[in-house]
């Protein structure tokens, strides 16, 4: 998105996903017919599918003559709070008051603000968010009613969300604050103080903390660290005004499965619950099972990472410059980064994605997404050197 339009419907306001302003700047263009296209557009894992995925659904196939249970039937609730546990050293999470299955994050992170914010309010209440960011948070922020509050995230303050310089009146009317670690597009990682400081600014300022923690399981080096596991570090043990959320898509590299998860604060949990027995995002049984299966398995996560890291070192042994702290995202500064998108897909057959379409500029000034293009190393190692090797040509 460009440029909030404030006083339009809440629709047009939206303006079009990323990916179809991405077809729409290619359209008509032929892309090199001499190479191999590479698409690094789209965030999609192409690594193999888990061993256990196709026996699971074989076992399981009768489940699609069942109804599933929207909030997720409890072996999957239970699964999901073991992994929990065991990931982020959580003393305590119950199945049944502090954990949701999401029929994929995208969907829960959408819902969550309109199951959360109250438009009622005398003012719109600020949601806010980092700029640039993963769309659906500006989406949701606009239809539920609020207000998007962007903070804008720059190579100069490591793109870390800026939390210090925003006003307590600012903090007063804030409702929700979205944060992304590790960070899509940035590869920003939130560090133990950083979720520290903003839990006690939702303290003080009473709003919700709901984490994107998506890419937690793709990272170069250091394990990135959970809000839940910080909020228990603080003596927060109920998780409080917090929520999470996490994805079988990049985790176990199943994004057609549609399968996540959504944690922590039980009172927000049951009212997320209560809005979504109705909106009805009940993922079939058969591929709860699959879901249980993966978030039980570590063995194929640590596959995955390891061609993760290898794909960020072939790709940075060619390109140069810094390896990011999480994701398999690469953040490149470029000048004119619709100019360079269309000449790379007609000259080098790359698919990238302009970095302002992951921004927007609202009231809060520019799109920080702009000079920039992101880069899904998503096919392997070999596959990261031949791009970055393009993208130099
Ligand atoms: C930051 C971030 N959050 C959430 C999602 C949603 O993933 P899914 O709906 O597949 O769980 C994505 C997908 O690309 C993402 O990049």
């Known amino acids: 998105m460009s440029e909030i339009k404030h006083d339009q419907h809440r629709i047009a306001q939206m303006g079009e996903y990323p990916f179809a302003r991405l077809a729409q700047l290619l359209k008509g263009i032929s892309p090199n017919p001499d190479l191999q296209m590479i698409d690094a557009g ?31 039937n409890d072996f999957l609730r239970e699964s999901i709070a073991n992994w929990l546990k065991r990931r982020f050293g959580l003393k305590h999470v119950d199945a049944q008051t502090q954990v949701l299955s999401a029929n994929g994050t995208r969907e829960a992170l959408f819902a969550a603000a309109h199951a959360l914010v109250n438009p009622n309010a005398k003012q719109p209440p600020f949601i806010m968010m980092p700029n640039p960011m993963y769309q659906i948070y500006l989406g949701a922020a606009i239809t539920a009613g609020g207000e998007p509050y962007l903070q804008p995230c720059i190579s100069d303050n490591g793109f870390s969300p800026d939390i210090d310089h925003i006003t307590p009146d600012i903090w007063d009317n804030t409702a929700l604050i979205y944060v992304c670690s590790p960070s899509n597009p940035t590869g920003w990682v939130a560090d133990y103080a ?79 619950a209560k809005f979504r027995s109705y909106s009805g995002p009940a993922t079939p049984l058969p591929l709860q099972h699959i879901a249980a299966a993966a978030w039980d398995d570590e063995a194929h996560v640590q596959e995955h990472l390891q061609i993760y890291r290898q794909s960020l070192d ?3 042994d060619v390109y140069g410059g810094q390896v990011p702290a999480g994701s398999f995202f690469v953040w490149l500064p470029v000048e004119n980064e619709e100019a360079f998108v269309r000449e790379k897909y007609e000259h080098q057959a790359v698919k990238l994605l302009p970095g302002s379409y992951l921004g927007a500029a609202g009231k809060q000034g520019f799109n920080a997404g702009s000079g920039y293009v992101r880069a899904a190393l998503v096919d392997g190692p070999e596959k990261a050197a031949e791009l970055a090797r393009r993208l130099k040509a």
């Not at 965030?43 to 003559?65: D, I, Y």
Request: proline share 5%; net charge positive.
């Open 314 to 316: 072939a790709f940075f």
């Open 42 to 72: 789209a965030g999609e894992p192409r690594l193999s599918l888990p061993s256990f995925v196709q026996p699971t659904l074989a076992q399981h196939l009768s489940g699609f003559s069942k109804y599933p249970s929207t909030a997720g």
């Open 194 to 272: 950083y979720y520290k400081k903003l839990l006690k600014l939702a303290e003080k300022h009473d709003f919700y903390v709901l984490a994107d923690e998506c890419y937690s399981e793709i990272y170069y080096q250091n394990k990135p660290i959970g809000l839940l596991e910080v909020a228990q570090g603080m003596g927060n043990t109920t998780y409080k005004r917090c929520l999470v959320m996490n994805s079988l898509s990049k985790r176990s590299a199943l994004p057609g499965l549609r399968s996540g998860l959504i944690a922590g604060d039980a009172d927000l949990i049951a009212q997320f």
